[in-house]
């Protein structure tokens, strides 16, 4: 049984799901120390371009050859702009199941491409790759990625209390660390069911400030 994800290229009408490359270490870069994502997510502080290259060259195909995971690069399909990263991860092939994240840059939020691009994601997983369960964890006061789980159907399961670390910055615009809980998302191949339906009678893909 394959135990590994393959190396693709997802398309959307809008956009290319991809392998990271090294082209992609200054856009990368830029985002990563972005407000948001030093809000919700571990990313050490400031994020260089060294470290950039570092994960595009070692970490994420390190993670896809023990199987653990996948890093795609979210392209624009005209501009072949750098606008997101969609990450999987935790997976375990024998229930079939892996965690999904998404980032959008701020430079391209607003135009709904994290919806996109995480549904298109869980449409290939679950067709190509068979997966029977995505999982999605958001932040307790992270609404906006909330909402784009939701709108690409996930259900909420629970949550984890206190299993989560965020980010807050002080009064002197030092970052502190805060302790919160994690909303814990599913979906199943069933859930998707009318998804894309659902987006495009809303007037397409709705954009949210946040990531998860």
Known sequence: M??????ISISTERLVLRPLDEDDVPALAEMMNDEQVTAWTAVPQPFSEAGARTWITEYAPAER??????DLAVTEFLTQR???VIQLGKTNWHVR???LSYI???WARGEGYASEAALATAQWLFTDQKFERIEVRTAADNTASQQVAQKIGCISEGVLRNACIARARAEDGTWNE???????WSLLPEDLDGAGEQLSDDGGFTSYADWN
């Open 2 to 7: 394959t135990s590994t994800f393959p190396t």
């Open 82 to 84: 750098l606008v997101g």
């Open 104 to 106: 959008i840059a701020p």
């Open 178 to 184: 805060v302790r919160t809980d994690f909303i814990v």
């Open 65 to 70: 050859t023990a199987g653990r995971g996948l």
């Open 97 to 99: 199941s892996t965690e």
